[in-house]
Every structure is written in structure tokens, then in C-alpha cells.
């Protein structure tokens, strides 16, 4: 069986999708049942996959979202018969995928879909895209939050199976930190103590502004020295949290690092006092999951996948309270109890996200769909 694996739409490794195929294809191995082959850009010939074998075909298109969507929606389908292969895993799925399939076609779903098509502008897009997933073979979620997502938006609940995304559990363990003062992590030098958000900043629903207004009640109250890092790639609301940062009495104490290395960002938890996660549209939440395998307490949102994937080992709040917010980070700060219990239960529990059992189970249903 030889299956073909979607690259496009996974932003060169640099985003979420990116991390879950960098970790996803680094399980990968051929055998004589099964072989697998990536696509996509010519840049990413050695973004995913390389470093275990897996064969790379360059598809030649101009380098344009436009040109990217058009291929998927009227010519993947056609390459796929082409290139021989059995089955197609399509890794960013809910921004391309093929209208109809002849060959059968697994999607996996890391987003949101309702959340990340609500702007009006994207209407047709959100059509074609559901269009693509009512045809698709398969479908895979990495929460039931997200199926349910998309059995309201009108896709059939018996071909979609929830595959919860693995954690590499070789990058992400406690660590002995041995400055107290300063996390050195190149290109950064961040003072301690300080709480870590790990979010691109690219919507209203990330809740970047209401947790830097938690943050000045927080600071207001107790007087401690703690800063608050914000970890990911500028995006649409940017300029809108760097506006409130400034007009923050505690904006000295706020730092940008924008898009961070994601073999870098084992040290950046290790050496926070807390992961503080605000989003309320969540459909994989692995920067919590992260954080706990690291050893990190954690707050975060009530609303989306956060309360599946952090089960019990969080403080939980609402995110349009900001006094709500402040004070579980207070609790994080100054509750040593607390701090243990979230810490060891966090590392218990995460301990069944694995992305050996995840390549397994999205094996099992690649074969399913060629029978």
C-alpha cells in the first residue's frame, strides 16, 4: 500500500499543522505493507520526513495560497491516481482539500472549522471546504470538540475519529533549571519569574488582550516580580495587543518574542512559573499538554477542547474575567499545595499522549479506507 501525504498548508513547519506533521512523519517508517510519500512545495523537500527515509514528490506551482487551493480543489485528486497511490492523508485539511476524491482521501483536522471560517469574507471558502470533507473518505479530529464542530456544520458523525494529537515526550520533560534569575535561550534572555502564553496572535478568540488586563490586576495586587511572555507569530490582532501592552502600567514587564523555534520551547515552559492559555476556540490546546509534560502548572480557558485535553490537572476560568483570570494566576504564584498537585498530575496525565499511539491509530484508519 502506498499512501501520499499532503505538506501544502502546513506553513514550512512554522505553525501548529507544521508541528503536527514535523512529529507525526518523524514516527513514519516503511515496511513491505505499507510506504509512505510526501508532497508539496520544493522548499519543503526537507522540512518533514527526511531525517527516516520517507520519499518527497515537488509539486511544481507558483508559490501562492490562490494557485495552492485551486490545485487542491480541481488537480490533487488526479496526481494522487498518477503517483499510484493508494490513499491520500490530507495534513492541514481544513484549508485544502480536494472537492471530490477518486482516490480514497483521509482529512485530518486540527482547527476549528466554524472558528476559522466565521469571517463573512471566507463564506465560499467554508463551503468549498465542507464540500471537500462531505466527500472525503475519512476524517480525523484531534478532539471531540472539533467533531462536534463539524457534525454541526453537517458532516457525518460515522466517518469522523477522534485521534488526539502525541506529545514528544524526549523534548518534553522536567528539567532542572539552574538560574534562578534569567532563562538564556537564544536569541532571547528572559528574566524570571514570568508566566507563558504560547499562542499566534491572529484572533479576538486567543484572549491576548483580557489576559494582559488580568495581568496588570494581578501585578496591581500582589507585587510580585513576575513577567508575562507571549510566545508565537504575529497575525491579525497584533497590533491590537501591542497597543494594549503600551498602555499597560506594567508594560516594561510584557515581552514579544513573536514565532519561537518549537525545539526551543521545552526551556521556555521549564523556566516559567505557569502556562497561562486564555483561548476559548481551541480544537487541540498541545501547548497545555506541552507545559504539564514539562512540569509547568497550568490555567487556562473553560470553553473549547481545554477541558478534554486537561482533564482535571488545571485551574480553569473564564476568560472574559479578567479578575477570574488574575486570581488563578495568583493561585499558580503564591500556592505551593497547589503548585505540587498541578504539577504531578500533569505529568501523570500526560503521559497518554503519545504520537506512537497517534501514528498507530491514524494508521489503522489509512488501511481501513483502502479495503
Not at 517508517?29 to 526537507?46: P, Q, T
Not at 514570568?194 to 494581578?218: G, P, V, W
Not at 525545539?263 to 497545555?288: K, M
Request: proline share 4%.
Amino acid at each position: 500500500m502506498k499512501v501520499g501525504i499532503d505538506t501544502f498548508g502546513c506553513n514550512h513547519g512554522k505553525s501548529g499543522i507544521g508541528s503536527y506533521l514535523s512529529s507525526f512523519c518523524a514516527q513514519l517508517h516503511n515496511s513491505e505493507e505499507i510506504s509512505f510519500e510526501l508532497f508539496g512545495a520544493e522548499i519543503d523537500r526537507y522540512t518533514f520526513g527526511a531525517d527516516n527515509g520517507l520519499t518527497y514528490k515537488a509539486v511544481n506551482l507558483s508559490d501562492s495560497r490562490n494557485s495552492e487551493l485551486l490545485w487542491h480543489f480541481f488537480r490533487v485528486d488526479r496526481f494522487a491516481k498518477k503517483q499510484g497511490y493508494d490513499a491520500v492523508i490530507y495534513a492541514a485539511g481544513a484549508q485544502f482539500i480536494p472537492l471530490h476524491c477518486t482516490v480514497p482521501g483521509v482529512a485530518v483536522i486540527n482547527d476549528v472549522v466554524s472558528e476559522l471560517y466565521s469571517a463573512e469574507k471566507f463564506f465560499f471558502q467554508k463551503q468549498r471546504i465542507l464540500l471537500g470533507l462531505r466527500n472525503i473518505t475519512k476524517i480525523i479530529c484531534a478532539s471531540h470538540f472539533i467533531r462536534k464542530d463539524l457534525i454541526k456544520l453537517g458532516i457525518p458523525g460515522e466517518k469522523i475519529s477522534v485521534i488526539h494529537n502525541g506529545i514528544n515526550h524526549s523534548e518534553f520533560y522536567p528539567r532542572e533549571i539552574l538560574s534562578p534569575n534569567l532563562m538564556d535561550i537564544k536569541p532571547f534572555a528572559i528574566k524570571r519569574p514570568y508566566f507563558i502564553y504560547a499562542s499566534r496572535m491572529c484572533s479576538e478568540t486567543k484572549k491576548h488582550i483580557q489576559l494582559i488586563r488580568a495581568f496588570n490586576i494581578f501585578k496591581s495586587k500582589t507585587r510580585l516580580e513576575h513577567r508575562l511572555v507571549f510566545s508565537g507569530s504575529e497575525g491579525d490582532v497584533t497590533e491590537e495587543i501591542k497597543k494594549e501592552i503600551l498602555a499597560s502600567p506594567f508594560a516594561s514587564e510584557i515581552f514579544i518574542t513573536g514565532f519561537f523555534p518549537h525545539e526551543s520551547f521545552p526551556l521556555l515552559y521549564a523556566g516559567s512559573d505557569g502556562c497561562i492559555f486564555p483561548s476559548v476556540n481551541e480544537g487541540v490546546a498541545l501547548p497545555v499538554l506541552e507545559a504539564m509534560a514539562t512540569g509547568v502548572p497550568v490555567a487556562c480557558s473553560k470553553d473549547g477542547a481545554l477541558p478534554e485535553i486537561a482533564g482535571s490537572n488545571a485551574i480553569f476560568f473564564d476568560s472574559d474575567n479578567i479578575n477570574e483570570m488574575a486570581m488563578a494566576m495568583e493561585s499558580i504564584a503564591v500556592d505551593k499545595t497547589l503548585r505540587k498537585k498541578l504539577k504531578e498530575g500533569g505529568l501523570k496525565w500526560t503521559k497518554s499522549f503519545d504520537w506512537e499511539k497517534t501514528v498507530k491509530k491514524t494508521v489503522e484508519v489509512i488501511k481501513s479506507v483502502s479495503t
